[in-house]
């Protein structure tokens, strides 16, 4: 079975550009959780979705946003971009909302020039 | 706010020696994870421990969690070149849909 996929794998914007990051979820998972991972650190929680609606947000400003679409998939998208925003973008798939364990992808990495 | 609080964050350690990395948190939870990463991969689940005094082994690795202590540990018993990598633990809170809060990672390096 696949597992949780990322697109793209790698990424190059310039400040104040803005991108647009997909996932894919294990089939048969309907929750999905967004992480964002600076270079030497744990990741940090973005967002939760789960059947389409946002279940968690976490402490990033509003240039953050995502969705889930009917199919479970997920995009996260990143307004004004700013240097800081450079990092591994992961995403993780669960099968129910709670108390269900992560399954990670392989993230896509951002660098922000 | 949940913090975790992992330690050492660098170990460098030689082969066929064994280690304990340290996982601590700062509010009750019963579910805690265990992550390996390697350098540009994705995060590997290696241990869900889900109630106090659980104790799960894979290979050379044993992780075991006290929540009385908010106290979870990863022991690497005669460590070889493959453990080379970063781990992470990662607790939930006890308050129904609560993410993951992820510690910095202990980066270890097992040499010859």
């Not at chain 1, 279940?55 to 800081?84: K, T, W």
Request: net charge positive.
């Amino acid at each position: 079975d696949a597992g949780v996929t990322q697109s793209p794998t790698h990424l190059i914007k310039t400040r104040g550009q803005h991108v647009t990051l997909r996932c894919s979820p294990i089939s048969g998972h309907k929750s999905v959780s967004w992480y964002q991972q600076v270079l030497g650190q744990g990741p940090q929680f973005i967002f939760q979705y789960y059947e389409k609606e946002e279940r968690g947000r976490g402490n990033f400003p509003d240039r953050f946003s995502a969705r889930q679409f009917p199919n479970y998939s997920s995009e996260l998208n990143v307004n004004a971009l700013l240097l800081g925003d450079s990092a591994l973008y992961l995403c993780a798939s669960s099968l129910i909302l709670y108390n269900s364990p992560l399954h990670f992808g392989n993230g896509t990495r951002l660098t922000v020039t | 706010e949940l913090k975790v609080e992992q330690n050492p964050l660098f170990l460098s350690m030689q082969e066929g020696k064994n280690y304990t990395i340290y996982c601590n948190y700062s509010t009750t939870s019963d579910r805690l994870y265990w992550y390996r990463q390697d350098p540009g991969k994705s995060l590997e689940s290696l241990f869900v421990l889900l109630s106090n005094g659980a104790v799960k082994q894979e290979g050379r690795l044993m992780a075991s969690l006290d929540t009385k202590a908010r106290l979870s540990t990863l022991h690497i018993t005669a460590a070889v070149h493959d453990l080379s990598a970063t781990y992470f633990c990662a607790v939930d809170g006890n308050l129904g849909n609560t993410p993951l809060v992820f510690g910095k990672g202990t980066r270890l390096s097992v040499i010859a």
